[in-house]
């Protein structure tokens, strides 16, 4: 594995008076799948907002490439090199399926959207077909694919992908991990956040489990996929 | 014939500056959400400006305008810093009030500063129209409006459809937080939002005095409200629909007046409103999006 990119430590989140993130430490190195798994509400979602700094952390210390993002706005993150498809993809429904491309670029000088949108269409050729339409027409799983080859638009260096499988049928659920496969061995090192723990773990370097607001283990993906507590509680045996 | 083809003019060239007003309004809503009663009241202030500038420093009339858009537009950024952007997270209610409130300041300060005693604008336009269009009630003011107007609506389409500052304000006022992991300073966007949407103002002041030129601290607010009408009309947030708003808008008020009475126009202008709403509440224009989860 290559060198680390984003150690976090002991982070700290609160919604008011809610303590959704506790203590949580983890870190992703160059090249790797992490996955984060967990089930509803156990704060993965949480820890890739407080990530991009959408949320902020009371405590602790995240570092991406070796400088600290504890207080960078998230604007300033997606320059650095790191990008996030959020839950439940959030595309620009009023806009084109190109002019989401050309957003997810916005960082970018000019001269690579052309490229950009190449790299991104070989990997999404559907997105191609449709790149004149609204994308409020499109469906769950085209949506999802434009929310992801709108963050590979700025070339990041970790891209986190917050439950991409959300509310897809299973055979898109396939489709949409085999292109997280393909893009990861094209390079992308990639945080993955799942409740569907059996695909994220399958195609995962490593894997961390989160149980309300807490990391309570930790291994490759085949050591999680083996073991006895995450079979019960997440494999459904 | 030619009687009506008059109200036509006096309703187009209204309804113009109408619609440059309402283009800000909707501008402003369409990308930040909020509505910004005070726009009305930065009318006033830029023409203040170009009256100011010819009338006090004798300067050209091209220059009076320059400096009205060019402090207009730095008042609607200073504005939204100081007034709205602090608000950036609470209700709208809580926004729509410090509007009306900036409202009232703007024309309190207006009053100090030129007091309360009208000033005579004088049109900034003036050139020859040709005898057979005078005939029409033409001016060049009414000419310069309706190309005035054009323009900006083909310019404002133009900008947020092909450029990427445009299509970044596009973003934003869809989702905010979305725009941000693109990378898009909202900060940013939303008071370049203003920027535009106050020079706008400026134009629309300068050309409202040159129509009817008795200018004082309130004489933005009336035509603040009923270009507001006008974009609610054609449907908020909606720049065609700005356009088309302001122009109906102006020239129902100028049949009304011509045909029906003087008193009662404002009356049936907003009961027009109303009956439109009824039948399409989101405004001739507007859309509902259904959204997708």
Redesign the interface.
């Known amino acids: 594995m290559g060198d680390r990119i984003l150690h976090v430590e002991d982070i700290n989140v609160y919604y008011g008076a809610i303590h959704a993130i506790k203590d949580v430490s983890f870190e992703v190195s160059e090249g790797e799948i992490v996955a984060l798994i967990g089930a509803n509400g156990a704060g993965k979602s949480t820890t890739l907002k407080t990530l991009?700094?959408?949320l902020r952390s009371a405590t602790g210390a995240i570092e991406f490439m070796g400088e600290s993002i504890m207080h960078a706005?998230?604007?300033?993150?997606?320059?650095k090199g790191l990008?996030?498809v959020?839950e439940?993809r959030?595309?620009?429904?009023?806009?084109t399926v190109e002019?989401n491309l050309?957003?997810?670029a916005?960082?970018r000088p000019?001269s690579e959207i052309a490229p950009g949108l190449e790299r991104v269409y070989a990997h999404f050729p559907r997105l191609k077909e449709r790149r004149r339409q609204v994308s409020?027409t499109l469906s769950?799983g085209e949506?999802q694919m434009l929310a992801m080859g709108?963050?590979l638009m700025?070339s990041p260096k970790l891209l986190m992908l917050d439950e991409p499988s959300m509310g897809l049928a299973p055979i898109l659920i396939e489709q949409i991990f085999d292109i997280v496969r393909e893009l990861h061995e094209a390079g992308t090192t990639i945080l993955l956040v799942e409740q569907n723990a059996q695909m994220a773990l399958s195609i995962a370097t490593r894997g961390y489990v989160m149980e309300t607001g807490r990391v309570t283990l930790s291994g490759t993906g085949r050591e999680l996929l083996e073991n006895d507590d995450v079979r019960k509680a997440y494999l459904g045996g | 014939m030619t009687v009506f083809l008059q109200y036509l003019v006096n309703g187009l060239s209204m309804g113009s500056v109408y619609a440059i007003i309402a283009l800000g309004y909707t501008m402003v809503y369409g990308i930040a959400k909020m509505l910004n009663f005070a726009h009305g009241d930065v009318i006033m202030i830029g023409a203040y400006i170009s009256f100011c500038v010819t009338s006090y420093l004798g300067l050209p009339a091209i220059v009076s305008v320059v400096a009205a858009v060019a402090v207009c537009t730095a008042l609607g950024i200073l504005i939204e810093g100081f007034a709205y952007k602090p608000l950036r997270q609470a209700g709208p209610l809580a926004v729509l009030i410090t509007a009306i409130g900036v409202s009232y300041f703007l024309q309190n300060a207006a009053q100090l500063i030129w007091g309360a005693t009208p000033k005579n604008f004088t049109s900034i336009v003036s050139f020859p129209v040709p005898d057979f269009l005078r005939a029409y009630n033409v001016s060049a003011v009414s000419l310069v409006t309706v190309v005035a107007c054009l323009v900006i609506m083909a310019g404002l389409m133009w900008f947020t459809g092909k450029t990427?500052m445009g299509?970044?304000m596009?973003?934003v006022s869809?989702?905010k937080?979305?725009?941000?992991?693109?990378?898009?300073?909202?900060n940013r966007t939303i008071s370049m939002t203003f920027a535009i949407g106050s020079a706008l103002a400026a134009i629309a002041g300068v050309l409202l005095c040159s129509y009817s030129p008795v200018l004082q601290p309130t004489t933005g607010s009336m035509p603040g409200i009923k270009a507001f009408t006008a974009a609610v009309f054609g449907g908020i947030g909606s720049i065609p629909g700005a356009f088309v708003g302001g122009i109906l808008l102006g020239i129902i008020e100028a049949m009304a007046q011509a045909y029906i009475s003087t008193s009662l126009a404002n009356s049936i202008v907003f009961a027009v409103l109303i009956v439109v709403l009824l039948v399409k509440p989101a405004g001739l224009f507007g859309r509902y999006?259904p959204?997708?989860?």
Do not use: C, W
């Not at chain 1, 706005?73 to 320059?79: F, G, I």
């Not at chain 1, 959030?90 to 806009?95: E, L, N, S, T, W």
């Open positions: 991009s700094g959408l706005q998230p604007d300033r993150l997606v320059a990008a996030h959020p439940g959030r595309v620009f429904q009023q806009m002019e050309e957003m997810g916005y960082t000019g409020g769950g949506q709108r963050a700025s | 990427k299509k970044a596009r973003a869809e989702d937080a979305a725009a941000q992991l693109m990378g898009i300073n909202v999006v959204e997708k989860v």
